[in-house]
């Protein structure tokens, strides 16, 4: 599967959808791959908005900046150059399907790390929450890098 355009969908794309793009980004960086790009989008993202302030300190914790990212509402242009398209839960999965048409190329993180269940949410939780949803991000994306892009790392 030749990967380019990764379209990343989360509900209002301020909390794990950011954190999953960081971490992808990260881990292609680390892989010298940067002819992959990795586009979050909300499904309800209203006006845009910075991201939630617990998950700020847990990117910030480890490394990664997102003082300038505001949220983007997705849109049907969004998914004519995506060769995949990546959500958070299976909800999103089923609303980006039915509410896009898209029959392929949409699948859960989990799903491309091998993995059945739902991530995580720790929206109004503890910052133990966010930070252990942040390893969990992290462990998927990189079992999923591992599986459906394995062909560009030589």
């Given at each position: ?8 969908i989360?509900?209002?794309n ?15 960086l680390?892989?010298g791959i940067?002819?992959?790009k ?11 908005e910075?991201v939630n ?5 847990v990117?910030?914790?480890?490394g990664?900046?997102?003082s300038?990212?505001?949220?983007i509402q997705?849109?049907?242009?969004d ?15 089923k609303k ?19 993995e059945?269940?739902?991530m ?7 910052m133990i ?6 390893r969990?991000?992290?462990r998927l994306a990189e079992k ?6 394995g062909?560009?790392?030589?």
């Amino acid at each position: 599967m030749d990967i380019k355009n990764i379209l990343l969908i989360s509900t209002d794309n301020t909390s794990r959808g950011v954190m999953v793009e960081a971490v992808l980004n990260r881990l292609l960086l680390e892989r010298g791959i940067t002819d992959v790009k990795v586009r979050p989008r909300g499904l309800v993202v209203l006006f845009p908005e910075p991201v939630n302030s617990k998950a700020a300190l847990v990117l910030e914790n480890n490394g990664i900046s997102c003082s300038d990212y505001q949220s983007i509402q997705v849109t049907p242009e969004d998914f004519e150059d995506c060769d995949l398209v990546i959500t958070i839960s299976e909800e999103q999965k089923k609303k980006v399907m039915e509410e896009y048409e898209i029959l392929s190329l949409v699948y859960t993180l989990k799903e491309l790390a091998g993995e059945q269940g739902e991530m995580l949410d720790p929206y109004g939780k503890d910052m133990i929450d966010y930070e252990y949803c942040y390893r969990e991000i992290e462990r998927l994306a990189e079992k999923s890098l591992k599986n459906i892009l394995g062909g560009l790392e030589e």
